[in-house]
Nanobody
Framework: QVQLVESGGGLVQPGGSLRLSCAASRVIFVINSMGWYRQAPGKQRELVAGIARGGSTNYADSVKGRFTISRDNAKNTVYLQMNSLKPEDTAVYYC??????????WGQGTLVNVSS
């Protein structure tokens, strides 16, 4: 089985930036879409941003203009650059990948805490 491993979370002040990374634990030959989701305490998991294999992207309205998703197909890695962070961005962030070999795969999550 394959795992996705997120990194880059942590504590940041409002207005600050973080860059999340998500890498596969082994080679995945074909990954179609990849994405970032988040789940705040007491709330449902929601889509933050997605990116197709060809590079087209989509974002939640709440993060448009502040977050940027990108991917490196050669490294089976997806990134989320988060700027102008707000306290309401505080959540556990999860990445996922829709793969041909393994189906839909999720990471274990990384905590982003935006607080002064």
């Amino acid at each position: 089985q394959v795992q996705l491993v997120e990194s880059g979370g942590g504590l940041v002040q409002p207005g600050g930036s973080l860059r999340l990374s998500c890498a596969a634990s082994r080679v995945i030959f074909v990954i179609n879409s990849m994405g970032w989701y988040r789940q705040a305490p007491g709330k449902q998991r929601e889509l933050v941003a997605g990116i197709a294999r060809g590079g087209s992207t989509n974002y939640a309205d709440s993060v448009k203009g502040r977050f940027t998703i990108s991917r490196d197909n050669a490294k089976n890695t997806v990134y989320l650059q988060m700027n102008s962070l707000k306290p309401e961005d505080t959540a556990v962030y999860y990445c996922n990948a829709m793969t041909v070999q393994y189906g839909l795969v999720w990471g274990q999550g990384t905590l982003v805490n935006v607080s002064s």
